[in-house]
């Protein structure tokens, strides 16, 4: 039986169009900025974004770490919801790379407001780290992907700009809250000092992500890049796939965001799964019910070729993405309605 996997929208495998398009890139040597479709790309993103300029990272933990460097000094203190991918899931490298302190905010599903944000900035006393960088993630991936709109995110914007504080948006799954919200890539250039872009979730390519921002940060960020090992070579054969995900996966993650609600709404019937989070993107968490263990719930769900992920010893999973189809939606809603525990 072929197992339907929503472990994770990173597991997706290269369309033979996007395998196409890196085989045919062209290519030279980026270190040397040499690289023409690595450059193509650099110059995509960041018009797409009205961002002056941009680097491709080979991963989102490096984009961000990137910027977090860029825009702290040692001592000072980002501040950022509790389950920020950049706190939780980067192994410390805020501490590690920039050895700044870390402001933990408790947001409504990961989302941050003004009101929040706003008694936490330090006063200007030398017992207190400065506050010089609030980071914002959309979508939100602990926070079952909500999106901020960016009628949310100006008034955040308005009061790093008056406390001269920077704003760094990780949008690993950016694409998603654009989709979901209508709003405007070309809108966002302009609330943030930072963004971060992954194209290896929700846009199918293999590898990458593009720090976007400044000419005179991104001058900083390719020098930081070097010294974290992150310079590639021949590295356009990787961004090709970018470009071509670019043009061609945007407009189809609306029926990943269906596929979702579809899944959420079968979770909701099951006498298993308790307190479905409402589903904004590609992502939805739940809860099991009382007396049940989520990692023997995914051991069941594998035993009827479903593959999720706990994300705690009673929240699951589920992500859909490119490699999941529309049949395999039913298949796996028939699936998840036929289990009983
Ligand atoms: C996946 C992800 C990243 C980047 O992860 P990498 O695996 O390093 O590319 C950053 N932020 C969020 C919210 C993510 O989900």
């Known amino acids: 039986m072929n197992k339907i996997d929503f472990r994770s929208d990173t597991v997706t495998k290269p369309t033979p169009g996007m395998l196409d398009a890196m085989m045919n890139a062209k290519v030279g040597d980026d270190v040397f900025g040499e690289d023409e479709t690595v450059n193509a790309l650099e110059e995509k993103l960041a018009a797409m974004f009205n961002m002056e300029a941009a680097l491709f990272c080979p991963s989102g933990t490096m984009s961000n770490q990137i ?4 825009f ?9 919801d509790q389950t920020a991918h950049v706190y939780r899931y980067e192994g410390g490298g805020i501490a590690y790379n920039s050895m700044a302190s870390v402001r933990l905010l408790n947001g409504e599903r990961g989302i941050l407001t003004p009101e929040m944000i706003e008694p936490e900035i330090n006063a200007d006393n030398i017992h207190y780290p400065n506050s ?7 979508t939100v991936n602990k926070g079952g992907g909500k999106c901020y709109t960016l009628g949310q995110i100006e008034p955040i914007h308005n009061l790093c700009a008056i406390k001269g504080i920077k704003l760094h948006l990780d949008g690993a799954r950016i694409f998603n809250a ?5 709003d405007k890539a070309k809108d966002y250039g302009h609330y943030f000092d930072g963004i971060s872009v992954c194209l290896s979730k929700g846009l199918g390519a293999p ?3 593009v720090l976007l921002s400044s000419k005179a940060t991104i001058k900083k960020a390719l020098k930081i890049r070097k010294v974290l090992g992150g310079g590639m070579r021949q590295a356009g054969f990787l961004a090709a796939a970018g470009i071509y995900a670019l043009d061609h996966h945007v407009n189809r993650l609306a029926d990943d965001h269906q596929h979702a609600k579809a899944l959420a709404e079968a979770l909701q019937q099951t006498s298993y799964a308790e307190s479905v989070m409402s589903v904004e993107t590609n992502i939805v968490l739940f809860d099991v019910a009382k007396g049940l263990k989520a990692d023997h719930m995914v051991r069941a769900l594998e035993s009827k070729g479903i593959l999720c992920n706990s994300t705690s010893d009673k929240t699951i999973r589920f992500v859909t993405h490119l490699d999941v189809s529309s049949a395999m939606i039913d298949q796996a809603i028939s699936n998840i309605k036929g289990l009983h525990v």
């Not at 910027?67 to 860029?70: E, F, L, M, P």
């Open 67 to 70: 910027a977090i460097k860029c």
């Open 72 to 80: 702290t000094q040692p001592m000072d203190e980002v501040i950022c």
């Open 132 to 138: 010089s960088l609030v980071v914002l993630e959309n």
């Open 178 to 182: 654009l989709v979901a919200t209508g």
């Open 207 to 209: 590898v990458g992500s």
